[in-house]
């Protein structure tokens, strides 16, 4: 049974460890005409806590303060209010969301605009260290469901920061913990992000691992079964640390798990942002039964631990349902497991959006509208080839083309796009697959990832005789793709005569935009930046770390693309067998900004670091 943690706006039960009276009337504050500017209550200077109701902000008098407010404060202009009233007569809502919706105003600054209009003050959730013992005091399903983080104990009193305070939710909270209430506001999306963050799902692991090792240990002195092949039921401990750390992953953005045994420890490690992070140190004992549950998690064979093992599994994470690929595969010191977590929520990017200079997207636009020949998708593992495959396939797709897929998994599913999925117990493989396919009469084909001599093979040929092939290449550039093609075996005048172009990539990890200042880089990366090319820059900026970041100095990432595109003087390299030199030579000399350039310009535009670049690019 898959570990679910649902608010009760998502489930509709009450919350369970709130009091039966917990149950404010939480009227944001900005539905409070009645109330003083500072939130509290006139109700005739008794200090406590009243409940007011009265007519919202949406339809009140304080709509046109606040408005006026905004505009007064050069934040938004007449017409901005004006269409932002218009919209809210239509959808409904609040004005501050109104305006943000639209792209108006920022989260950041509806929150200081909200802030100065009602006299509170400002949370900065991305700079502030959020004390463990406030937390203790608030449960993490209360917070969840009224969006209230707890900072901090100040004196007899505790602040906590919310997206929209009401002398209901004060009350509420006040009676819960049993002291006074002093609310700031925050942007909604950072209170998410800090509940995420600061009540972890695993912070109950050392308890299930105590528990772990008591049951194991009465079992090892009454059976002779080993550890982790016991049958465990749904609330075992075992089942519960894999489901929490499934769900802290999901929190944290990790696109990987790893799960790796090693002397005396099981380490348990996140991939954020392209970097692997150790979160957990598990005693070893637990590892089999890790491993295992999440075998039969995947429908994997949980008897068989010297032979690698592939799988996969769906599961519900926080009301989301999530899809992760299992692999396994036997170490020196026990069996190893990595898990690549694949939302199906998130949104498959538009070519537009991936982040490609314009001249480059209009170039790789125009080569993928072809009626036929290959367009190869270059790069290593985790360097965003299948969201540019998919982003291709939704630009190209149109109801009179037959498009048809074969992937290993198949990671997004298209309504108007024929995908196969392969299988190698039913025969089904990349080249299996590939066949049947041409027997379809497809128009357009993508093929997963060219991992062998067969496929490759029936790739080309595909794409010779009157189809458009897209596809993935574990290579490190465009231009090594080509010569990987030749070590197959390929014949060079038939990869001259069926590629169109190579695009090659990389991510890069974006510097955090709450923690991001200028800064002098070491003598030995202004000599790179140089040897790239780099123009001589005003000033260049990184991350110093904050909450938001986890103290790396980088938050989400970008792609950075070379195209090389197959001109004849190229194809006349490929066929006289030219070095990687020359046809890289030779298409820059025609005009292809290689990798590392592209990089350096971001490096430019002070979207990533010097650093980084050299990181993920040191030599292309």
Not at 225 to 235: H, N, S
Not at 344 to 355: A, E, I, M, P, Q
Request: hydrophobic residues 40%; aromatic residues 4%; contains cysteine.
């Amino acid at each position: 049974m898959a570990f679910v943690r649902k608010n009760r706006k998502e489930t509709g039960a009450p919350v369970a460890t709130a009091p039966p009276n917990l149950k404010p009337d939480v009227a944001s504050i900005s539905d409070l005409s009645a109330s003083t500017p500072n939130g509290h209550s006139s109700n005739g200077g008794s200090g406590a806590p009243a409940v007011v109701m009265a007519p919202r902000l949406d339809n009140g008098p304080l709509t046109t303060r606040l408005g006026e407010q905004l505009i007064g404060s050069r934040l938004i202009t007449q017409e901005q209010l004006d269409a932002a009233l218009a919209d809210q007569e239509k959808s409904g809502g609040r004005l501050g969301e109104v305006l943000v919706r639209q792209g108006v105003l920022t989260e950041q600054a509806l929150a200081h605009a909200l802030a100065a209009f009602f006299g509170f003050d400002v949370a900065n959730l991305r700079r502030d260290n959020v004390d463990p013992a406030s937390l203790v005091l608030v449960p993490e399903n209360v917070a969840r469901e009224y969006m209230a983080v707890p900072i901090r104990m100040n004196g007899e009193a505790l602040e906590v920061a919310v997206a929209e305070p009401s002398e209901g939710l004060r009350a509420a909270l006040s009676e819960l913990v049993g002291r006074p209430i002093q609310l700031r506001i925050a942007p909604l999306s950072d209170i998410r992000w800090a509940i995420d963050s600061h009540y972890q799902a695993i912070g109950t692991v050392g308890k299930l691992v105590q528990a772990f090792e008591s049951v194991e240990g009465s079992r090892r002195r009454t059976t002779d079964v080993p550890v982790g092949e016991a049958p465990v039921g749904d609330d075992a401990p075992v089942v519960q640390v894999v489901d929490r750390i499934l769900t802290q992953a999901m929190r944290d953005r990790a696109s990987d798990v790893h799960i790796e045994p090693s002397e005396g420890v099981v380490r348990v490690r996140y991939r954020i942002d392209g970097a692997l992070k150790e979160i957990l140190t598990l005693p070893a004992a637990i590892g089999p039964g890790l491993v295992s549950r999440i075998k039969i998690m995947a429908n994997m064979n949980i008897v068989e631990r010297r032979r690698p093992q592939d799988g996969q599994l769906t599961i519900n994470i926080d009301g989301t349902e999530v899809d992760v690929r299992v692999a396994t595969a036997a170490t020196i010191m026990g069996e190893s497991c990595v898990m690549r977590i694949l939302d199906k929520t998130r949104s498959v990017l538009r070519l537009n959006d991936l982040g490609m200079p314009k001249d480059t997207h209009l170039a790789y636009s125009k080569m993928v509208r072809s009626p036929f020949g290959m367009v190869i998708c270059a790069g290593p593992t985790g360097s965003g080839k299948t969201t540019t495959l998919y982003a291709t396939l939704s630009e190209v797709s149109n109801p009179t083309l037959n498009v048809m897929t074969i992937e290993d998994p198949v990671e997004y599913v298209f309504p108007s796009i024929n995908q196969i999925q392969t299988n190698e117990q039913a025969g089904i493989t990349f080249a299996t697959g590939l066949k049947s396919i041409l027997r379809q009469d497809p128009d357009v084909i993508l093929v997963g990832e060219i991992r062998d001599v067969e496929t490759t093979r029936v790739a080309v040929q595909s794409a010779l005789t009157g189809h458009f092939v897209v596809s993935s290449l574990h290579a490190t550039d465009s231009v090594s793709a080509l010569h990987r093609f030749l070590d197959m075996g390929i014949e060079s005048f038939l990869i001259a005569s069926s590629v169109l172009g190579v695009v090659g990539q990389r991510l890069l990890r974006r510097i955090c935009p709450s923690c991001k200042t200028s800064y002098t880089p070491s003598p030995e990366e202004m000599d790179f930046y140089h040897d790239s090319g780099g123009a001589q820059s005003e000033g260049f900026f990184t991350g110093t770390g904050c909450n938001f970041c986890s103290h790396t100095g980088y938050n989400d990432r970008i792609g950075v693309y070379e195209l090389l595109i197959m001109s004849p003087e190229l194809r006349r390299l490929v066929v006289g067998w030219a070095t990687q030199e020359e046809l890289r030579s030779m298409a820059v000399r025609q005009g292809m900004r290689t990798m590392r350039q592209e990089a350096i310009g971001l490096v430019d535009q002070g979207i990533t670091t010097i650093e980084e670049v050299i990181r993920s690019m040191y030599t292309l």
